[in-house]
Each structure stands twice: as C-alpha cells, then as structure tokens.
C-alpha cells in the first residue's frame, strides 16, 4: 500500500463512511430520479453516473479503504 494512502486513512478515519454516504446519495437522489422521470434523453447521464459512483467504490475497496460485507453462512 503507498505510504500517501496510510496517511489518508489514519488522518481521515471517517473516509470509508464518506465514501459510502457519496455513493447512496447519487444511488438516492440521482439514479432514482432518473428511474422516476424515465427518458432516453436521460440515459447516458444515468449510465454516466452509475459508471462514475462505481468506480469510486471499486478503487477505494481496492485499496484497503472500503470493505466488502460478509455474507454469513446459509
């Protein structure tokens, strides 16, 4: 792990949170309103946004920064 992101994770603990607020408050006011007011026009926006939000949560659980839930046994 770079030495930078050790840095950033012992002076932000709260990243992870952040993190994850970012992504459910794109999820909740962006993506639903695009599923509410369906239009073609909106698509490539909503594609857009969905791409972007996932790549954000796919590099920081990447890097150690984020964690992926457990499953529990079934």
Same mark, same amino acid.
């Given at each position: 792990? #770079?030495?930078?992101?050790?840095?950033? *994770?012992? %002076?932000? $603990?709260? !990243?992870?949170?952040?993190i994850?607020?970012?992504? @459910? +408050?794109?999820? @909740?006011?962006?993506? *639903? +309103?695009?599923?509410?007011?369906?239009?073609?026009?909106? !698509?490539?926006?909503?594609? @857009?946004?969905?791409?972007a939000?996932?790549?954000?949560?796919?590099?920081? !659980? =990447? =890097?150690?920064? !984020?964690? %992926? #839930? %457990?499953?529990? $046994?079934?």
């Open positions: 792990m #770079p030495e930078w992101l050790k840095l950033v *994770r012992e %002076q932000f $603990p709260e !990243l992870g949170e952040a994850y607020s970012f992504a @459910d +408050r794109h999820r @909740d006011r962006v993506l *639903r +309103r695009h599923e509410r007011n369906a239009s073609i026009n909106g !698509l490539s926006n909503f594609i @857009d946004v969905m791409v939000t996932s790549k954000v949560l796919f590099v920081y !659980l =990447r =890097r150690g920064v !984020l964690t %992926q #839930p %457990q499953s529990s $046994p079934g």
